[in-house]
Every structure is written in C-alpha cells, then in structure tokens.
C-alpha cells in the first residue's frame, strides 16, 4: 500500500548532547533558536480518498529574528532534513525519500526562508520561498505566537498550519485516487535563547 507525502517546523535540558551542540549565545536579544526537542512537523495528506494519513518530520532546526515592536524587521529560516521523515513504517519512509517524492539523494534537505514578516491583527504573516524535491515555491503563513515563559532561559512558541499542493514540487506519485494532492502541514517551533 503505497502512502503519503511530505513535509509540509535542543535544549531539553541543561547539559544534554542537544544542548551542548547548539552555539552558546544568540547574536542579539531578538535571535532565537528551534529547540528541536521541543519543536514538531506534522503532515496529513487523504489516502485512497477515504482517510486522513499522518506522519512527521523527527528533527527541525533554525534560527528566527523577531523584534515583537518590530516585527518587519524579522526572518525565519528553518531547515528540515528529509530522512527525518516518519511515517510509521521504514517501507515507506525509503520511498518517500526515494526519487517519486522528496528524491532524498539529490535534495536532503526542506529549507523555508522568509522574504517578510509583517503583523496581520494578532498574528503574523511570514512570507518567504519553500524549496523541496528540487523545487522552490513562494508561500505565505499565518503564524499565531501561543506562548512564552522560562525554561533554562527564556523561551517562546509560535504555530503556523498551512496547505500545499505536492505537485507543486514535481510530486505526482499516486495521483490516480492513491494519495491526495494537498497536504496539510503543521508546525509548533519552540524558540530559547541561551544564556
């Protein structure tokens, strides 16, 4: 049973390997990191047009600038590595890194990289370039801040949840009614900035 598609989004605690692979300090108090333990990709595409299939994405990094009185001054740029991905079966997760969807190989990495950032009412719109399988497309999130507090320093959330189409990036594997077009994407990045 052929399944699925894509994508599409550290610091645990003090002393841990993540940790200590992180670099120490942020450049500026408006930088921040993913805290890939406390970060998730998770994706929904429709399979045989009758169910929802989920799966994920284990590791996400990157680094976020955001002034909140400033925020057009800001960028995001996130990089995901294909055989990260997670469908709950090793099968599948080889052909999703294989040359009929993300072609692993050649293009190891999802990498999103903001062109703008701008406040829409309480949310964000963070526009930029999404570049997978060896394609790139524009595209615009709406990013909702969820939270902040403290945690080994501070730390902050943000949550986007977008659609694309797969075959805007040369995904056309299992078109014939086996896997949907659209895929739901959802991202929850958890940001820190070490002291």
């Known amino acids: 049973m052929k399944t699925l598609l894509l994508l599409p989004l550290s610091f645990a605690l003090l002393g841990s390997p993540a940790l200590r692979s992180v670099p120490s300090a942020p450049l500026g ?24 299939f989920k799966g994920s994405f284990d590791k996400i990094e990157g680094t976020v600038t955001l002034d909140p009185s400033k925020p057009e001054a800001g960028s995001v740029q996130l990089t995901i590595p294909v055989d990260s991905v997670d469908s709950n079966d090793a099968k599948r997760d080889a052909h999703l890194e294989g040359p009929d969807f993300f072609n692993g190989k050649e293009n190891p990495e999802i990498t999103f990289r903001s062109t703008k950032v701008a406040k829409a009412g309480a949310m964000l719109e963070v526009t930029g370039t999404l570049a997978m399988a060896g394609q790139e497309q524009p595209i615009t999130l709406k990013v909702e801040k969820v939270g902040e507090g403290e945690f080994y320093g501070k730390r ?19 078109e014939d009614k086996v896997l949907g077009d659209e895929v739901t994407l959802m991202i929850d990045l958890e940001l820190i900035q070490p002291k």
Do not use: C
Not at 156 to 171: L, N
């Open 29 to 52: 108090e408006h930088d921040w990191q993913v805290d890939p333990v406390h970060s998730s990709v998770v994706f929904k595409v429709k399979h045989a047009s009758a169910s929802w």
């Open 156 to 174: 902050v959330g943000y949550s986007t949840t977008f659609t694309i189409k797969r075959s805007d990036f040369g995904m056309t594997y299992g």
